[in-house]
Structures are given as C-alpha cells and as structure tokens.
C-alpha cells in the first residue's frame, strides 16, 4: 500500500466542488511540499498544483491545493465532464529518502 | 518546446536487462534532476529514480535498489535506465519526467512499456 492515502474514489456531478484528500506524516506531507497530478485514461500525468498550492501556467483556477499538518487537499470547482480522471498526491519523504506517491483518486462526474 | 521523448521498452524474460532512454530537447537538460516512474496496468503511480543535474547524486526506490541504474548524458540531452534481474512485478509502463524541486515537474514523457513474462 501507499505511505500517501487517498479515498479510491470520489464522485460530483456537473458544475458542483469536490475535494481530493492526501493524508500522510511528519516524514513526508508534514515537512515536505506537495504536488498534485492529473492522469486522464490512456495519458501520461500531468502536474496540476506544484508547492501545495503554485497552479503551472495554464492550470484554470478551478483547481486549488492547501496543506495542513501531515494531510494535503486538492479542490476542484465547476466540476465538468473533462475532469474525469485519476488524480495523485505526491512529496518527498525525508526518512527513506523517496518520493512518494498517494495511491490515486478516481473522479467521476456523474 | 520541452520534450521527452522515452524508448527501449519490450518484452523481456523473468532475470533479463532492458536499458530505456528519454531523449530531452526544449531546454537545457544539464541544469534539472530528472526521475523515472512507473504504473503497472491498471495501477497508480510509483516512483522509480531520480538523478541530480551532473548525475553526482541518485536516489532509487526499495523495490528496484540493487538492480536498477540511473543515468544520464548531459551531452546527448539523454536520460538512461539500466534495469537488470527483471521481474514480473517490474512489468509497467516507465515515464521519464523532468525534476521541480524535489518532485517530477511539469514535464512528462509518453512513457514506454516493459513487459518482463516468458
């Protein structure tokens, strides 16, 4: 399993806000910066939020990050059809020392 | 344009070596860590390696430690994997990514897929 946990799924239908937890440890999240990544079926992931909360040039706004303690969020508002994806939590863990990944979050919008 | 662009990919036996590549072009390649990840079919995403920018300096996860080897030429833009004594668990698809910070950044390439069966 992951040393990031995410929830396997989360679901919202058009137009509404969903939320993408990542929850980790001193180790990592807690010390650490965190990025998220967007993977849309058949495609090589895509930075999505850098810094745990920087949007890449290009990013819309509808995608934020926040950071608290040892757990990270992503927020997606005016959900649309195109979001359909896998989205992952990613930092670096000082005591291995590796980056790590959150096993992945599928959003479907219903 | 940034580009990554990964070959080498195939199938191999159980105990075999396969060396990918990921050609860089679109910026200087010599001045950014780079990292290798990878997703078995229908599954997340692992991380593999990761070289700093003289390629001094390389980190590897637990599952590959010992077997596998990062490098690079930073005369050729080229960014290297050797991977020996493959195992089926090592089947997936490996993306090349340049480094921000700590992390894989911005920049991906369109991966390339290892399949070690006999």
């Known amino acids: 399993q992951s040393v990031l946990t995410q929830p396997p799924s989360v679901s919202a239908a058009p137009g509404q806000k969903v939320t993408i937890s990542c929850s980790g440890s001193s180790s990592n999240i807690g010390n650490n910066d965190v990025s998220w990544y967007q993977q849309l079926p058949g495609t090589a992931p895509k930075l999505l939020i850098y810094?745990?909360?920087k949007r890449p040039s290009g990013i819309p706004d509808r995608f934020s990050g926040s950071k608290s303690g040892t757990s990270a969020t992503l927020g997606i508002t005016g959900l649309q059809t195109g979001d359909e994806a896998d989205y992952y939590c990613?930092?670096?863990?000082?005591?291995?020392?590796?980056?790590?990944f959150g096993g992945g979050t599928k959003l479907t919008v219903l | 344009e940034v580009q990554l662009v990964e070959s080498g990919g195939g199938l191999v036996q159980p105990g075999g070596s396969l060396r990918l590549s990921c050609a860089a072009s679109g910026f200087t390649f010599s001045r950014y860590w780079m990292h290798w990840v990878r997703q078995a079919p229908g599954k997340g995403l692992v991380w593999v390696s990761r070289?700093?920018?003289?390629?001094?300096?390389?980190n590897y996860a637990d599952s590959v430690k010992g077997r596998f080897t990062i490098s690079r030429d930073n005369a050729k833009n080229t960014l290297y994997l050797q991977m020996n004594s493959l195992r089926a668990e090592d089947t997936a698809v490996y993306y090349c990514a340049r480094g921000y910070s700590e992390l894989p950044g911005i920049y991906w390439g369109q991966g390339t897929l290892v399949t070690v069966s006999s």
């Open positions: 810094d745990n909360n």
């Open positions: 990613g930092t670096w863990d000082s005591s291995l020392p590796n980056v790590v």
């Open positions: 070289i700093n920018s003289d390629g001094s300096s390389t």
